[in-house]
């Protein structure tokens, strides 16, 4: 079948788009303070493994590696997050490129990309939505260029970039899966009749081997994890599912990525892509899994649109522009530090990740603050139990410019990095988010000492900092009691 000569890529425009984004993130990218998954993933990577409990190693390897080149601060900890950003945007035109659209469309879908709250959100942070994003942009690159050209040689890149993907997180198997299925019932399925689709099979299954068998040396907790994440979460990220696909990505864009996906329905060669987006909302609703686990494919649908909405534009131009700019200042005061940290209250319930940059430092000067109620002569025996992997990190890092020891946790992977002495027999002080007698009944004579008065409303303001005298069994007989995967 003859296809039409593709449209030469608009570079010029395309990346100076997404170096300004760059540019951006760059700036802000120290203004707040570290998350507390970034505090997690440093951790993590100073102890370099095939796997984890709760993930792949990929992102604390790239945590490990920012740091080392660019600083072990903030901003140097994010320089790849934003690096993955810009080609994130530099992929979305290219898409557009592939459906056809000139200069002038593959230049909306970069801007589009770039005034996206969920692109700005994930590049301002260390995450591994970070990393997936950029996955899922190139899978999806490849796939259309697979249907478009025929051409069975890319499921080879396919293949590699899932692969590497699942390094980095399991989810990469929601939209292949989505897309393999929507082959099966709309088609084209000759490019499933492909040796190269086994090929491609094999080079995904080796790039993810290493981690496949640590998770099974392991007895496989992601699944543990994920399964707790779903029972906890579940209910509300089902009732939260659609007005979160609408608000992380931009209100003012449905329209761009509605007329995407009318334009990838009426043609035979796209019309599986078309159809991957709502047969991986129907999964991810199913399992209970959070809403921006389909985010990404709504970029392609973006990058389909752009052209058929260039006609729009060129009619209201005014109202169009106004409506990017409206869509890039909501994006950024809802997913980057713009406000000042006091102010960040207005945004939390909208994006809580903001909150959860803010109040670390704070919070080891209070658990040092409740450290020196315990007698000195008894501290070489004491031991601090943070509550969660961020309370642990935020100790870690913060910890010793007051003095503290190492803290301990038996959140997630913490709980395999150590666990206390079983010469460690006196006080024990917790940081518990909400005191639980169940958990408090495996030490002695607990007492509240002091809470967590942050400056915003996250997840640790109002932290309970609790002094028990011992623990009731050796730290080696309660470590197991004490782990906790979600």
Known sequence: ???????????????????????????????????????????????????????????????????????????????????????????????????????????LAAVCAAVSGFVLGVGHLVSTATYDLLAWMLIGLFAVKLLRTRDGRWWLALGLTVGI????????????????????????????????????????????????????????PQLTVAGGISEDDGTENRIMFIPLQILQLSPFLVPIWVAGFVRLWRT???????????????????????????????????????EPALGWIDRHRPLAVVGLVLTALTSALFTLPVLPASA????????????????????????ATAWERIPADQRSSATIFAGNYGEAGALLRYGPAHGLPSAYSGHMSFADWGRPPDSNTGPVLL??????????????DCSQVGTIDNLVSNDEDGTALVLCSAPTEPWSTLWPKLRRYY
């Open 344 to 367: 960040v209250d207005f945004v939390i319930p909208v994006n809580k990740e903001q909150g959860e940059q803010i109040g670390w430092p704070s919070m080891a000067a209070a658990v």
């Open 1 to 107: 079948m003859t296809r039409p000569a593709m449209p030469a890529f608009a570079a010029r425009p395309v990346v100076a788009v997404a170096v300004a984004v760059g540019l951006v993130l760059t700036a802000l990218s120290g203004r707040y303070g570290f998350h507390r998954d970034e505090l997690y993933f440093m951790v993590a990577g100073r102890r370099l493994s095939w796997g984890y409990v709760d993930q792949p190693p990929l992102t604390p390897l790239l945590a490990r590696l920012s740091t080392s080149v660019f600083g072990d601060t903030v901003m140097g900890l994010r320089v790849l997050s934003t690096v993955s950003s810009v080609i994130t945007i530099i992929v979305v035109a290219l898409i557009a490129r592939e459906f056809g659209s000139d200069r002038r469309g593959q230049v």
């Open 268 to 306: 035979p060669w796209a019309r599986s892509i078309a159809l991957a987006y709502p047969l991986l909302c129907v999964v991810v609703l199913a399992v209970g899994g959070k809403s921006y686990y389909a985010l990404p494919l709504l970029l392609v649908l973006v990058a389909a649109g752009s």
């Open 431 to 444: 940081v518990e988010i909400e005191r639980t007698p169940s958990f408090e009944a495996n030490f002695t």
């Open 165 to 220: 993907a699942l390094e980095n997180k399991y989810l990469v198997v929601l939209p292949v899966g989505a897309l393999l299925v929507a082959l099966l019932i709309v088609g084209p399925r000759e490019v499933l009749r492909s040796w190269w689709l086994l090929a491609g099979v094999a080079l995904a299954g080796l790039a993810a081997l290493p981690n496949v068998v640590w998770q099974f040396q392991h007895d496989w």
